[in-house]
């Protein structure tokens, strides 16, 4: 098993940057592929950004592609994401996700989830 703990969220102006961390327990993070979602109130989880178990391949969302960079440091089990040129669509609660097989942007395939962190952009 791993627990998952993300830091980081705020509140923010639009055209700025966060950056969201995702601290991981165990020592079997680099077997894990990681992923960030977010959920919007009234809207369903979606995929934001994603990354291998080494790193070395990426998956983003459209909607965050060229403003978002995820990326993982595997001997602090810990995986980020630098969020910049933030626009008022991306406040949501942002959740960071192990998943033990491949990468993969499908929600139902990640099986452990963290507490969440609130990123607000205002207008």
């Known amino acids: 098993q791993v627990q998952l703990v993300e830091s980081g969220g705020g509140l923010v102006q639009a055209g700025g940057s966060l950056s969201l961390s995702c601290a991981a327990s165990g020592r079997t993070f680099s077997s894990y592929a990681m992923g960030w979602f977010r959920q919007a109130p009234g809207k369903e989880r979606e995929f934001v950004a994603g990354?291998?178990?080494?790193?070395?391949?990426?998956y983003y969302a459209d909607s965050v592609k060229g403003r978002f960079t995820i990326s993982r440091d595997n001997a602090k089990n810990t995986v980020y994401l630098q969020m910049n040129s933030l626009k008022p669509e991306d406040t949501a609660v942002y959740y960071c996700?192990?998943?033990?097989?491949?990468?993969?942007?499908?929600?139902?395939?990640?099986?452990?989830w963290g507490q969440g962190t609130q990123v607000t952009v205002s207008s």
């Open positions: 996700a192990a998943d033990p097989s491949a990468l993969t942007r499908i929600t139902r395939f990640y099986d452990y």
């Open positions: 990354i291998s178990r080494s790193g070395g391949t990426t």
